[in-house]
C-alpha cells in the first residue's frame, strides 16, 4: 500500500517547522517572542523584537521552498502542522482558510515529488492552551488528541508518517529549567517533569487514537527525540558534581526517559535530593507505543565543573557553540535502535554563518548514516536542519542553519524580494548537501 511504498523508501530531504518561518497571532511562542523585555528579547540581544511581518514567509511563499527542496534532490520535506493556525480560537474551531493553505502546501509537496513527513507539535501550541495551563496540565492529553485526531481527519490523504511531538524532553527542559523557551521558567523542576509526562502521555493518546481512526491502515505515528548525551570534562573530585548532573540530565532529559516510557508506559523521575519514583504510571503497552522514532542530533554536551557547557580540546564548534562530533550521530542511532523500531535522522545540520562548516559537516553526518545502514541498523531516512535560515527561538535571527537564505526585508514593509535567486546561499553548498 501507499504507506509502506513511502516508509520502504529511503528518505531524504530538508526539516522545518512552520512557526520558524511564518508566524501566526494565535500561537503561544509568538506571544512569548513579542513580549516586551520577555527574556527570549534579552538573549536575543542586538536582534531587534520579532517582526510579524518580517520572516522567511513558508505560509506564503511555499511554492519557491518546495523548489528549493525539490533542487537538492530531496524526496521528502518535514514539516509542522501548526495547531494554531488551524485551531487558533478555541477547540473544535477550524479555520478553513488554513486548512485550504495547508491542503495547498501538501499537494505542492506531492506534486515536487517530496514526501510530507508531519509534526503535530513542534514546540509551538495556540495561546488558547498555553492559557488553559498548556502541558502542565492533565487536561491537555485530552485537548492533544483532539487535536491529533483532527489533523489525520483533515489531511489523512497526505499523512504517511507523522510525529506527534517534536523534542519533548528539549521542551520541558527548555521551558521550565533553562528559561529560555516558552513560558520562560527557570529551574522548575518538579512542573518540568509534569509537562514531560504530560507530554508522552499525550503522544500515546494520540498515537492510539489516530491508530484506531486509520483502522490499520497507512499511517505511521511517530516520535521525534533529541539524542543528546552529557558528559562529565574529567573525572576529578571537582567533576564529580558534573558527572552526577549528567547522569541526572541523560536519564531525566535524555533517551533513557523516553525509552523508558515508550516500552513501559511510565517513567521513574529523579528529582535532586527527592526520592525516586514515579509521578504517574499508565497501563504498560507491552510494545513500544511508536511506530517510528525520529532522532535530531546536533552534538554531545560536555559539562565543567560548575556545570557550564564546554568542549574538549581541539573541537571544532558550530556557531551556537555545539562542539561538532558527527562519530555522535552513529552512536545515536545505535543507542537508539533498542526500541526495535524504524528510524529516521529527523535533523541534523549546523549554525554557520561563514558557510565553510556546512557541507564537510553534512557529508561527515551522512557517512556515519551509511556506516549505520551498512551495519544493519534500519534508519530510513536524513532530514538536513533547515532549508532557509529561520528564527532560532530564544536567538531570532543570528543563527543561519539554512541551505538557503533570504534577504531581509526592512522593518514592517514591503513584499519580500521573491526572485529565487535571492534565495540562494553558494550553489556549492546546495551540490554538496545533493550529493
Ligand atoms: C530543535 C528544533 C529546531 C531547532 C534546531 C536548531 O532541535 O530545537 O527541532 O526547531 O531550530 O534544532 O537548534
Redesign the pocket.
Known sequence: DAAVDVCGRFLKGA?I?VW?NSFDEASNWTAFAIKPHSLAERVRGKDPQLRLNTSPDFWNRYHEDIQCCRLLGSNSLRLSLEWSRIMPNGPGQVDEDAVQRYTDILRACEGAGLVPMLTLH??THPQWFQELGGFEKEESIRYFEEWAVTAFKLFRNHMHLVATF??PT?AAFTGYIAGIHTPGRRGDIATAGRVLLHMLRAHSAAYAAIKAQDGGGAVRVGL?H?QITFEPEGTGVLHSASRWTADWLTHCFGWDVVHEYLMKGHFAWRIPGGRPGHLEVQEPSGRPHVDWLGI?Y?TRVVLDWRLGFTCRPGEVLTD?GWPVVPEGLYAAIAHCAELGVPLYIT?T?L?DGTDDRRAPLIAAYWQQVARAVADGYDVRGFYY??LVD?Y??HLGYN?K?GLFEWLDAPPNAQPHPSAMAQRARAAAMAKAAAS
Request: with cysteine.
Open positions: 526539516a517547522s520558524q513542534h514546540f517534536n523534542e528539549c521525534v533529541q535530531n546536533y551556537m535533523e545540520g549554525a536542519w533547515t529561520n532560532e527561538w543563527m542553519f
